[in-house]
């Protein structure tokens, strides 16, 4: 699987880059598991085995966001966005109007791409 493995020459890696993407590739893992998980607890037909699969899926959650921690600690981009959004209430796309001071959370009057910079709006 391509997003295991580096996508550069991992020599001109920082330790601090080959860290953050174990991490993020951790993160995929427990969120891969925790949907396998809930996937197969909802399909088994078996009461006890069920509470085991969710039992499961839970401690998958937990790692999930152990390694959430670890990457808004070591990222400060992480920690900002995490800040504005985790634990916000509300609209979504209105916390993310609030934050960019963009236009109608609804999307009408945005072409928004979402990707930071090259963000577009009308």
């Not at 997003?3 to 991992?10: G, K």
């Not at 993020?24 to 607890?41: C, F, H, M, P």
């Not at 921690?69 to 966005?81: K, L, V």
Request: hydrophobic share 35%.
């Amino acid at each position: 699987m391509s997003s295991e493995s580096y996508h550069e020459a991992v020599e001109l890696l920082s330790e601090e880059t080959k860290n953050m993407h174990r991490a993020i590739v951790s993160l995929k893992e427990e969120l891969e598991a925790v949907d396998w998980y809930q996937q197969r607890a909802e399909a088994c037909s078996d009461a006890d085995l069920r509470a085991v699969l969710i039992h499961n899926k839970n401690e998958e959650i937990e790692h999930a966001m152990m390694v959430l921690e670890w990457i808004r600690r070591h990222n400060p981009t992480f920690d900002a966005n995490i800040g504005t959004y985790v634990n916000s209430s509300g609209s979504i796309l209105e916390v993310e109007a609030s934050k960019t001071g963009g236009g109608s959370a609804g999307g009408a009057t945005s072409t928004s791409l979402g990707i930071g910079s090259l963000k577009v709006t009308v």
